[in-house]
């Protein structure tokens, strides 16, 4: 039997050309933040390293990785944890990173050495890799300036975005959605920190993420526990934002999933993290691994439920040369 030419090429295509998730197996990786500069990819991601199953979050810096296709990722280390944080005590949880005016500011949550809860810190550097510093010998965001709710982890989560106006966001929290302007220099809140209202991100848990398409702004966050991802949609970056329903069932082996949506030549995606990676040990909610798939909208702007997968994606298709 003669197969179709399409199918004859995908069966000859080398496993290489696709990767397998989760995508990163030789440490396990979590609460994945992406950022694209100069058509290369930037995976901020923290280090879990449980010493055994199902034990306790033990998160001591963050890693970073860099890709030009999605499938072969080169590993960077590790150029910021904790300890470059005078102020802070410990703890590498989920952080973003952002460029402006060719500088790089990465927001990221740790315990408060002196103030009891979580507080989130600024670094920068000049490059994407690193070195990165703590851009304010200080904490931005403390858990007394945060009365929403009385727990002592509502601070975490940070996501950065700057509007098409040139306007940057800040916008973290756990059972609280949290939200303030920021200053020009990008280290200061410019403002009153404010809250999303609850019945516009329905059973909001923690991890939320911000991306614009068009003229709509979506606002994705983890809901529940065990987490799935839901979202909401706005015509403002400062809502009202209407909920949209499910975006991701929740992960494998995970009770926590954490989201981070970019576009990558013409190509949207979808990073998150599961507990599958089984070598060199095993998987679990203390031990997660970052894998990729597709991100696709329908025709009236709302996401299509993502489809988690093992086979993960395979390169983007190249951009065409422009005509000379």
């Not at 034990?55 to 810096?61: A, T």
């Not at 858990?143 to 601070?155: P, R, Y």
């Not at 209202?197 to 606002?219: C, I, M, S």
Request: aromatic share 12%.
């Amino acid at each position: 039997m003669k197969l179709p030419f399409s199918l004859a090429a995908a069966l000859l295509l080398p496993c290489a050309l696709r990767a397998a998730n989760p995508i990163i197996t030789d440490v396990f990786t979590a609460d994945p933040a992406v950022i694209v500069h100069n058509d290369t990819v930037y995976l901020y991601v923290g280090q879990d390293e449980s010493p055994e199953k199902n034990s306790r979050y033990v998160m001591n810096r963050w890693l970073v990785y860099s890709s030009t296709d999605l499938v072969n990722w080169t590993a960077h280390g590790s150029p910021l944890s904790p300890a470059d944080f005078t102020w802070a005590k410990n703890d590498a949880w989920a952080g973003h990173v952002i460029e402006k005016g060719g500088k790089f500011y990465w927001y990221v949550p740790m315990n408060h050495a002196t103030i009891g809860g979580k507080s989130i810190g600024v670094a920068v550097a000049d490059s994407p890799l690193g070195p990165f510093k703590d851009a304010r010998g200080s904490a931005l965001v403390t858990n007394d300036m945060t009365k929403a709710t009385k727990i002592g982890w509502d601070d975490i989560d940070p996501t950065a975005f700057i509007d098409d106006d040139g306007q940057a966001w800040l916008f973290w929290g756990n059972q609280k959605c949290y939200y303030a302007r920021l200053k020009p220099n990008m280290t200061e809140l410019d403002g009153p920190i404010q809250v999303v209202p609850d019945d516009q991100v329905k059973n909001f848990t923690e991890a939320p993420w911000v991306h614009k398409r068009g003229n709509l702004y979506y606002l994705s966050y983890a809901t529940g526990f065990p987490e799935k991802i839901a979202y909401a949609t706005s015509d403002k970056i400062t809502g009202p934002w209407t909920p949209r329903g499910l975006l991701s069932e929740g992960a494998f082996n995970s009770n926590t999933i954490h989201q981070a949506i970019i576009d990558y030549k013409g190509q949207s995606y979808f990073f998150y993290h599961n507990g599958a990676v089984q070598h060199p040990n095993t998987g679990d909610s203390h031990r997660r691994s970052v894998c990729i798939d597709h991100l696709y909208y329908n025709p009236d702007g709302t996401l299509k439920r993502v489809l988690q997968t093992t086979e993960g994606v395979s390169p983007p298709p190249a951009r065409p040369t422009a005509p000379r």
